[in-house]
């Protein structure tokens, strides 16, 4: 079955760093467009940032560009997403998603990010 598996969160500073990563199994990873999203109590799942199949083309939400990064590797079926700058407002459960023609469809069970002082 499909399993998606997020790591990295953490309590981190502001101005601090993580990298998140999501392993999936149970499908071709190469062969879908992966994302992060991230959710606060209280609002609404927001895109954070898009990879495509081959990894060339990748989209953000324009409060994370310029200070995350994502990237995968699909030999081993993983995808990441590096934080730099952190704010305050990067705190949130962190979620890994498959996408199936044009839908965000399958969901990892997600990782806490808290930036805090």
């Known amino acids: 079955q499909v399993q998606l598996v997020e790591s990295g969160g953490d309590l981190v500073q502001p101005g601090g760093s993580l990298r998140l990563s999501c392993v999936g199994s149970?499908?071709?990873?190469?062969?879908?467009?992966m994302s992060w999203y991230r959710q606060v109590p209280g609002k609404e799942r927001e895109l954070v940032a898009r990879?495509?199949?081959?990894?060339?083309?990748?989209n953000y939400a324009d409060s994370v560009k310029g200070r995350f990064t994502i990237s995968r590797d699909n030999a081993k079926n993983m995808m990441y997403l590096q934080m730099n700058s952190l704010k305050p407002e990067d705190t949130g459960v962190y979620y890994c998603?498959?996408?199936?023609?044009?839908?965000?469809?399958?969901w990892g069970q997600g990782t806490q990010v808290t930036v805090s002082s």
């Open positions: 998603v498959r996408r199936i023609s044009g839908y965000d469809r399958d």
């Open positions: 149970g499908f071709t990873f190469s062969q879908y467009i």
């Open positions: 990879i495509s199949v081959g990894g060339t083309v990748t």
